[in-house]
Every structure is written in C-alpha cells, then in structure tokens.
C-alpha cells in the first residue's frame, strides 16, 4: 500500500497545498490522517483522481509494484493471475479467505481478490464491512464466484468488480482494471 503526501499531490497537481487541503475537505479526493494529522492519499485514489481531471500520472506513482492478496480454489486462476500481472504486481496467494483477512495488517495489499464461496454466508457483510472500516476501506476488491448469483449484492455491498465462472484471462483483466495497470 502506497501513500502519497498532501504536498507531493499539490507538486503532481501544480495547485497549492491549501487546494489539496480543500479537495481533500470537500471530499473530492478520499484521505486519511495520521495520528499527527497531517493527510495521506492512496495511490489508487490519486491515480483515479488524477486521470478524472486529466492530470498525467507521474512516474513515481506508475512505477510502484502493487500488492495483490488473493484466496481462491481454482490454483489455476491464481497462477495465471501471477503470470500475467508477472512485474507489474506482486500476487500474495492464500488457500483460506480467513487467513488473508487477518494478514491484511501485515502484508498492507492495495487489493483483494477474493472467492466469495470461501466466505460463505458472510461474503456480503464481509465487503460492506472492509470497505467501511478505515484501516481497509482503500482496498479495491475483486469478488470472484463460480456463478454470477449475487453479483448484483457483492457490488452493492462494495466490491469493486465481481467476476463469475473463476475465468482467469477476466479475474487477470479485473485487477489490472482495479489496480490502474495500464
């Protein structure tokens, strides 16, 4: 997970530090603050923001290796995942949706790809919650399923892209997407 200062964003931006601070005040550009209150941006939010407003990415913020975690139980979508997004994003794979949940503090992923039937019934409420709770809500999270039964929900709950049928080129296609792969 990258961040990006207030000040490096004006700098990308070529504003002043008091529009950041405003942009960021009127909820036009998601942030967070540290604990000595100074604002951070996601690199995601940064790069969606800055495409919206045609504004270049910069190199600094292109170059970075996102991180994907990933529990599905088709191993074949997961290596073919890591082969196509091979330098582009680094693919943390898991067996268990449980435990890439609580390994999210540590491996700090920008994504989840997740298999909505290693959740079972607390898929829906699953999402909603990660993408409410502050420490989570930047992730951009990728439901995967056998069927397209509960799509609709998934996206609703939060999910930012849901792909059914475990079809490895659309799941590889759905985090370049979510991850601003170009």
Not at 97 to 115: G, I, K, M, N, S
């Amino acid at each position: 997970m990258t961040v990006c200062t207030a000040a490096a964003l004006a700098r990308f931006c070529n504003v002043d530090l008091k529009t950041i601070h405003n942009w960021a005040a009127r909820g036009a550009l998601p942030s967070h603050r540290t604990c000595g209150r100074h604002l951070r941006f996601y690199r995601l939010d940064v790069i969606a923001f800055l495409r919206t407003y045609g504004h270049a990415i910069p190199r600094e913020l292109a170059a970075v290796r996102p991180k994907v975690a990933m529990a599905c139980v088709d191993a074949g979508v997961i290596s073919t995942a890591e082969r196509g997004l091979r330098g582009r994003a680094e693919i943390v794979a898991y067996e268990d949706a449980f435990e890439a949940l609580v390994d999210l503090d540590r491996t700090a992923p920008e994504a989840l790809a997740v298999d909505v039937a290693l959740l079972g019934s607390a898929a829906l409420r699953c999402v909603a919650r990660l993408t409410r709770y502050a420490t989570t809500r930047h992730l951009r999270i990728v439901a995967l399923a056998e069927t397209d039964s509960g799509a609709s929900e998934l996206l609703a709950a939060g999910a930012h892209r849901f792909v059914a049928g475990f079809d490895a080129p659309a799941v590889r296609a759905a985090l370049e997407s979510v991850l601003a792969l170009d």
